[in-house]
């Protein structure tokens, strides 16, 4: 069965600079979810888009943005990035109410 | 603004015990709870889904009960094995007026180990 894809899945980068996370949700689900989560920390939520349209945002800073496109996938644009940012970024997908099924995540790393 | 909260943070057992993860939640208009399991530095595994309207949830060795009115959810495990060592997370999703399915607020989790 399909799963979200989630790419790259390892990124390393520096402070002030600019990083993109794409997400592929699993076919036919029509909601898109971006959480964050910090070392030893749990899941936070950041954005959702729910038909290519924001849905809810969460503690999101307003360095990053994200967008879904026409094809339903997703991807999160994170600015002048800075070292507090280092974390692991999951997407996940559903169908309206039922199960969030998350991707494998995106580790990132900014020294 | 929902809370979620998990105990026992972490949980030691030996192995063949049958085990009871507690997850708690404030606001009782919950849509469903779901719980997961992460292994360390990895991603999340969605073991159960329970709807508001149902009570409780069963796949294989595990069973998770849903309380709505008094904000509480049970995950249990049946001869807990080595390979079931991992954290689990509960997360519940409050209803949304618009469309779409609310945010999974989560717990801190439990971390289990089971010893051999």
């Known amino acids: 069965a399909a799963g979200v894809i989630q790419s790259p899945r390892h990124l390393i980068k520096e402070k002030r600079e600019t990083a993109t996370l794409k997400c592929y949700p699993i076919?036919?689900?029509?909601?898109v979810y971006w959480y964050q989560q910090g070392p030893g920390q749990d899941p936070q939520f950041l954005i959702s888009?729910?038909?290519?349209?924001?849905?809810d945002k969460g503690s999101i800073p307003d360095r990053f943005s994200a967008q879904q496109f026409s094809d339903y996938h997703s991807e999160l644009n994170m600015s002048s990035l800075e070292l507090g940012d280092s974390a692991l970024y999951f997407c996940?997908?559903?169908?309206?109410?039922?199960?969030?099924?998350f991707g494998p995540g995106t580790r990132l790393l900014v020294l | 603004k929902q809370e979620v909260t998990q105990i026992p943070a972490a949980l030691s057992v030996p192995e063949g015990e049958n085990l009871v993860l507690n997850c708690s939640f404030t606001?009782?208009?919950?849509?469903?709870l779901q719980w997961f399991r992460q292994d360390p530095g990895k991603g999340l595994t969605s073991l159960l889904l329970?709807?508001?309207?149902?009570r409780e949830q069963t796949s294989g060795r595990l069973n998770a009960s849903l309380d709505k009115s008094s904000g509480r959810s049970t995950l249990y495990i049946a001869a807990s094995q080595p390979g079931d060592s991992a954290t689990y997370l509960c997360?519940?999703?409050?209803?949304?007026?618009?469309?779409?399915?609310?945010?999974?607020?989560f717990g801190k989790g439990t971390k289990l180990t089971v010893n051999p």
């Open positions: 996940a997908s559903s169908r309206s109410y039922e199960t969030q099924y």
């Open positions: 076919p036919r689900h029509d909601t």
């Open positions: 888009f729910y038909e290519k349209m924001q849905s």
């Open positions: 606001d009782s208009a919950i849509y469903n």
């Open positions: 329970i709807q508001s309207s149902q």
């Open positions: 997360a519940v999703g409050n209803f949304k007026t618009q469309g779409g399915s609310e945010k999974l607020v």
